[in-house]
């Protein structure tokens, strides 16, 4: 009975085990370290099993955002069509940029490419914050973390699904018949969810060390919407300038996906028997599922390397 | 012959016989870096000559909170871990939640230790009954565990005593109400390693008697608990053993009676 008072000897091993440091003692029982990173297959296995905990977030997410708005999911379509027709006012009708375009197509032109670039734009603001703005799950629960990053990519496909309804009446309204072209729709919007996934990832590691990178974010995404050609076409312009600047806008991947999308959801404005018809640069389906492949791999990779630091003040 | 010869020895070898470890930590350091806590001038030509001359530390400060502690956690045990605020106990638990990661030393565990509680995980805007499958989706569990065990959290947490108050949203409940139905979430999953800060005093009388029901229980479920309390009674009502940290040094391991008593009359060893 003394022994048990003796206040250390709770701790130290006893019988066989006795005189064990606590290295080889973890070794012999097979004890792992707490909160170490598992290989990239584990992870992936471990994000699999969580995939349900990612869309239940997703879902709850979305309904918990508009719940003290009086319109509520309203908003999630309301806004970009306010920005739409703001861009419309002033890219289309002052600035006469609807003029390059079949008649009465601009506006479906302009739309695509609002919510589309949308979609990526949200996907990096969101995986900015992904990690930074939930330190309190990270804290408290055991997760991989790129649980969050992707469950913020589902919530903009969410919001995105409920836009493309929204489309899908503009484009019919602005005369355009649906066609066979509707069936890239899905491919298409699969492609760019796998490229915002990737770098949602990227930034979600980017902006958990560096806090700073959320206030550069706005500024460096507008400057990627303008050099983009979401409200004019860039391909009007492009011949002027020098080969390489061509080049870094036909593989930029922002134009990329809203090229293939404005083509799926209205052919009629690439139609070249028209006498005004925009241009598709060429290899557009390449790059896009180039950019989608690579940057999902380089951003899945990239999170998991820093997987054990997240949540650290 | 043979057969009372071995029972002796068993019964003189049973006191010193080698237990199975669940947790193991060897002398761990942690560092908390806390940016924008420096004393120097926060005005942005001040931060921009720091960017320039990339002088980073002046921005962060590091709080060294838990300084060498090493101990042995064994199968079957509860520990207590006691000591003032801001001594490093629920660091200490963070870190073998693996939630932390550690500066010096090593933790090593059998499975994946939990933290009882869910609360970063609800939404307050969401129903209860959304909240109670999003919680214990977040602890991972399956959709059919989710769906088996839903009524029974319903149940325990009692928040439909009066009515049907689980389909309204969260903020809508009472402080006491929403504390019940977290602890009804989290204490709904069984661990391997448990462990709990602060989560017996909740709720009303009746529910503080089945939650204290319900950890016995999870005790028995779990290989090992490591609880974290300011109140010396349910540390001695819950835990054999104590592990008394003071500014993240370990002063006394010992049993709870000897060193609950001590800390109580603040005798330092």
């Not at chain 2, 389909?167 to 989290?186: D, E, K, N, Q």
Request: with cysteine; glycine share 8%; aromatic share 10%.
């Amino acid at each position: 009975m003394s022994t048990v008072s003796e206040p250390v000897s709770l701790s130290a091993p006893r019988g066989a085990d006795a005189g064990l440091t606590p290295q080889q003692l973890a070794a012999k029982y097979g004890l792992a370290v707490s909160g170490a990173r598992p290989g990239l297959f584990a992870y992936t296995k471990q994000l699999w099993a969580r995939r349900h905990f990612i869309w239940a977030f997703a879902t709850a997410r979305l309904v918990a955002q508009y719940t003290d708005a009086k319109l509520g999911q309203l908003w999630q379509v309301v806004t970009p069509l306010l920005n739409c027709g703001v861009f419309y006012l002033v890219f289309g009708i002052i600035l006469q940029n609807k003029n390059g375009f079949p008649p009465n197509t601009y506006i479906a032109w302009l739309c695509v490419g609002v919510f589309i670039f949308q979609f990526t734009q949200n996907a990096v603001q969101s995986g900015t914050r992904a990690i930074s703005d939930n330190l309190g799950l990270i804290r408290a629960l055991h997760f991989p973390r790129a649980s969050l990053p992707i469950a913020f990519t589902v919530i903009q496909l969410q919001q995105l699904l409920i836009s493309t309804v929204v489309l899908v009446v503009t484009v019919l309204a602005a005369g355009i018949a649906p066609g066979r072209t509707w069936l890239l729709i899905v491919p298409a919007l699969l492609l760019q969810t796998l490229f915002n996934t990737g770098i949602s990832l990227i930034m979600a590691r980017i902006g958990a060390k560096t806090s700073d990178i959320s206030q550069l974010i706005p500024f460096v995404m507008r400057a990627w919407m303008f050099l983009s050609g979401v409200m004019f076409s860039i391909q009007d312009q492009v011949h002027r300038w020098p080969k390489y600047v061509q080049v870094i806008c036909e593989i930029n991947p922002a134009s990329v996906y809203m090229n293939l999308l404005r083509h799926a959801f209205a052919p009629i404005i690439y139609n070249k028997h028209l006498p005004v018809h925009q241009s598709l640069p060429p290899h557009q389906w390449t790059y896009g599922i180039a950019w989608a492949v690579g940057i999902f791999v380089i951003g899945y990779v990239f999170f998991w390397k820093a997987e054990e630091e997240y949540g650290r003040g | 012959m043979a057969d009372t010869d071995l029972s002796k020895q068993d019964a003189v070898t049973d006191t010193v016989v080698a237990r199975e470890p669940t947790v193991v930590v060897d002398d761990v350091h942690i560092v908390y870096r806390v940016h924008g806590a420096g004393s120097g001038k926060g005005s942005a030509t001040s931060a921009l000559s720091r960017i320039i001359s990339r002088k980073r530390a002046s921005g962060v400060r590091e709080v060294h909170a838990v300084k060498g502690i090493s101990f042995t956690a064994y199968k079957g045990e509860a520990i207590g871990l006691i000591g003032s605020n801001g001594s490093g106990k629920s660091t200490m638990l963070a870190a073998i939640a693996g939630l932390l990661p550690t500066e010096k030393g090593g933790i090593y565990t059998n499975g994946q230790p939990s933290l009882l509680g869910v609360n970063a995980a609800l939404m307050n805007e969401l129903s209860g009954e959304r909240n109670v499958v999003l919680g214990c989706l977040a602890m991972g569990m399956s959709p059919a565990q989710v769906r088996a065990r839903y009524q029974e959290i319903v149940e325990f947490s009692g928040i439909n005593d009066k009515g049907d108050f689980i389909s309204l949203p969260m903020r809508t409940y009472s402080s006491g109400m929403g504390a019940r139905l977290r602890f009804s979430i989290a204490a709904a999953k069984t661990h391997d390693v448990l462990l709990i800060d602060e989560a017996l005093a909740t709720g009303d009388q009746a529910f503080q008697q089945r939650s204290k029901k319900r950890i016995e229980e999870l005790r028995g479920e779990a290989g090992t608990v490591f609880l974290v309390s300011h109140d010396n009674n349910s540390i001695r009502e819950v835990c054999e053993r104590t592990i008394w940290i003071e500014a993240g040094e370990l002063v006394m391991d010992g049993p709870t009676e000897e060193v609950v008593g001590r800390y109580e009359r603040g005798e330092r060893p």
